[in-house]
């Protein structure tokens, strides 16, 4: 018998993320090749006809596994039976605005949003932040849907991760499959904190082999930067290897870490690692059968440290910033 097609809802479907992550979806690539999809995006009024307009072209492409494709400017039908919603809409900084102004402006989007998951997402609901703020506007969105386990609210680092796994193989010459257990730490943005003290490289120390002033003084910069060197060549943020990322973080989510390997993962702490309890922050996770724990134990040199508490405080001052607004 056909399985029942899993509900998907995307926000921000007619962006340039959007456009690259829904024929992945579309295809098979989020949730695996046996599992039918049914798309449900939600847009704001302006962007419905582009959003049809890929909806159009999902039909075109004539993927086997998508079943259907539905389009809103609603969050409450939106989010209506969803049981993994990708939250990537979100207002951009423009010129003039204040970071208070742009934590204001995406509580206008994600503090609905989280309360539309309250009210008539499913019981199995996944939730990820891509738009940014992404760790608050996480926060923002979970803090409003109190009936929903405040662990099914993550947010993206997996882009952080993969571009470390990137930089990391390039360095060493070796590929990134036979890079395990790097993290990232912390909050997406340039205070993150990309950690190889832990990382294995076929099987051996990855920090044996490289010099802490490179970690310091080009690793750690390269990578939490990425997003605004990608701006400044393209003219425009990243967008495929966000979609890409985003997929990996829900397959993972989904179907488990490998043996041997975690994932990074902005998540609601539990105050492990001294991260005060309910920041979303990223940890190292490992996931199986549709959960995630963090993983416990890891030895944490001055080095780490310092950069962990760095981009925690962040994290603390941006929830301080949108309590004082109201928005949690
Ligand atoms: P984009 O401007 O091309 O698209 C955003 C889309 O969101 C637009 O179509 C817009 O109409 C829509 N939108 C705005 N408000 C909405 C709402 N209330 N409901 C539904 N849709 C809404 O932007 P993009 O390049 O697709 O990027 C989207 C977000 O992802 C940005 O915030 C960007 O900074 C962020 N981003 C995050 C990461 C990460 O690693 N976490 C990486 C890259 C980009
Ligand atoms: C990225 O990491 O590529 C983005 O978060 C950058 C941005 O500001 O949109």
């Known amino acids: 018998m056909a399985r ?15 456009y690259a992550l829904l024929f992945r979806i579309a295809s098979g690539q989020l949730l695996g090749a046996d599992t039918p999809v049914k798309l449900r995006l939600l847009e704001i009024p302006q962007a419905v006809k582009a959003a049809e307009g890929t909806a159009m ?6 993927f086997p596994l998508l079943s259907g494709v539905d389009i809103f400017d609603d969050p409450v039908k939106a989010f209506e039976g969803a ?13 003039g605005m204040e970071r208070g102004d742009l934590l204001e402006a995406n509580g206008g989007i994600f503090k609905p949003q989280g309360a539309a998951i309250n009210a008539g997402a ?51 010459g070796v590929g990134v499959a036979d890079i395990k257990k790097l993290t990232i730490w912390g909050n997406h943005s340039a205070t993150q904190y990309p950690d190889v003290f832990h990382a294995e490289v076929a099987g ?12 310091a003084d080009e690793f750690i910069p390269t990578v939490a930067k990425r997003g605004a060197a990608i701006i400044a060549a393209r003219g425009a943020s990243s967008a495929a290897s966000a979609a890409s990322a985003a997929i990996d973080h829900i397959y993972t989510w989904v179907n488990g870490t490998p043996e041997g390997d975690w994932t990074s993962m902005a998540i609601p702490s539990d105050g492990s690692y001294g991260v005060p309890a309910g920041l979303i922050s990223s940890f190292p996770v490992v996931t199986k059968d549709g959960a995630y724990e963090i993983v416990q134990g890891l030895e944490l040199n001055e080095f780490s440290r310092t950069r962990i508490d760095a981009s ?12 004082a607004l109201g928005l949690i």
């Open 204 to 215: 051996k120390s990855a920090a044996d082999q490289v010099d802490e002033a490179w970690l």
């Open 83 to 95: 049981n993994v919603a990708l939250l990537v809409g979100a207002r951009p900084r423009t010129a």
């Open 57 to 62: 072209e999902l039909a075109d492409a004539a």
């Open 4 to 18: 029942t097609p899993v509900n998907v809802t995307v926000t921000g479907a007619a962006g340039q993320i959007g």
């Open 312 to 323: 925690v405080a962040e994290l603390a001052e941006e929830r301080d910033a949108v309590r």
């Open 122 to 172: 499913a019981d199995d609901i996944k939730v990820l932040v891509v738009g940014n703020p992404a760790n608050t506007n996480a926060l923002i969105a979970a803090s409003h849907a109190p009936d929903v386990p405040t662990g099914r609210f993550t947010a993206m680092t997996r882009l952080d991760h993969n571009r470390a796994l990137s930089q990391l193989g390039a360095k060493l």
